[in-house]
């Protein structure tokens, strides 16, 4: 689809003029073409990666009588430390108790390491503990950490949309002239339409102004290469994240029409807890839903979704993320102009903007 609207006396016109209130209507479709097509605008359409590694285990306590005691293994993104065990030593004696495992990822705390067992015969530990799993996280142990940033570096500066490749996952970049590797940045990350990639980034470039998301960096993948696939926007999110100085706090996420499904996986499960905000555009799927609730995230995420005429779907996705306890504005999903249109350029414009001041 080619956004698109139209003027007062018919006449097709370009953003530019749209937004100077040149133009009384806002109109979209998918996948339409105007002829000629309005300039200064395109249009937009209407498995699983690891959530990062956990800490280093702690260092060990003190062993028993002639004994040493081993730290546990760091945290994975799910589980805590493995439990040490007693290394061979002399006369038995109690072992001394393992330090904290690493930091959890999503969805659960890590559990204190294992005691190490009382020292049997001449020499030999006892067995470390067993890590437990689940559980909320805390406020300590949000991935990625509550205040700070990513402090990625490297990455090319400013980029107007040109394509870029990791690990054979494409995608578009935007990088603002005004960029500043030493402060932190918002990122918005984008599954497209059927419009494509290319559209959907001078779509997003047309209006940064009016959306207020000008000094954010942005990432769009097509939703139709990538339909239902969350691990390449992970892999994405993580390749902004080294390159980039990306702000941990105002990190989002907008899922678009075919690509729904994939903004779903990443969002809702892959992960859940890098996002600030996610807008689900044009919806034509509702699950998964959340993988854990903002208890367990160790904060509120904030959610919508606009409808494009799908409103069963975005009822369920909203229904879902207020049983998560998201932070989601009335009215959910949205109402506005444009909501009960596929394509429609009114709630795209309200989707991109709603992410500005958005924080975890």
């Not at 109690?94 to 020292?119: E, I, L, P, W």
């Not at 995420?301 to 229904?319: E, M």
Request: hydrophobic content about 30%.
């Amino acid at each position: 689809m080619r956004l698109r609207a139209a003027g007062r006396n018919g006449w097709t016109c370009g953003v530019a003029a749209l937004l100077a209130a040149g133009c009384s209507q806002l109109l979209g479709y998918d996948d339409v073409e105007l002829t000629p097509v309005p300039q200064g605008f395109g249009g937009y359409s209407g498995q699983d990666a690891s959530q990062g590694q956990g800490g280093a285990g702690g260092a060990p306590a003190g062993g028993g009588a002639g004994g040493t005691a081993q730290g546990g293994s760091g945290g994975s993104q799910f589980t805590g430390g493995s439990g040490g065990s007693v290394s061979t030593g002399g006369q038995p004696g109690t072992g001394g108790t393992v330090a904290q495992g690493g930091s959890a990822g999503q969805g659960g705390t890590v559990a204190q390491g294992g005691s190490a067992g009382q020292g049997g015969s001449a020499g030999q530990g006892g067995t470390g503990g067993t890590v437990a799993q689940g559980g909320s996280a805390g406020s300590g142990s949000v991935v990625p950490p509550l205040g700070d940033s990513s402090k990625g570096s490297g990455g090319p500066a400013p980029v107007s949309g040109d394509p870029q490749t990791v690990q054979g996952i494409s995608y578009r970049l935007i990088v603002p002239s005004s960029y500043n590797p030493s402060t932190a940045t918002p990122l918005l990350v984008v599954y497209s339409g059927t419009e494509g990639a290319a559209q959907m980034t001078n779509n997003l470039i047309q209006v940064a102004s009016y959306t207020n998301t000008q000094t954010f960096l942005r990432a769009v993948l097509d939703g139709v290469t990538y339909n239902g696939d969350g691990n390449a926007g992970a892999t994405v999110l993580d390749e902004m994240r080294a390159k980039y100085n990306v702000d941990n706090d105002r990190t989002y996420l907008m899922g678009e029409s075919a690509g729904t499904t994939a903004a779903l996986k990443l969002g809702f499960t892959l992960r859940q807890s890098y996002f600030a905000a996610f807008w689900a555009n044009d919806v034509n799927a509702s699950t998964p839903g959340p993988a854990a609730n903002a208890s367990a995230l160790g904060f509120q995420p904030w959610g919508q979704a606009g409808p494009g005429g799908d409103l069963a779907d975005a009822n369920a996705i909203v229904s879902a993320m207020k049983a998560a306890g998201y932070r989601v504005p009335d009215p959910a999903p949205y109402n506005g102009a444009g909501s009960t249109q596929h394509g429609s350029t009114e709630q795209f414009l309200a989707a991109v903007s709603w992410f500005s001041g958005r924080v975890r």
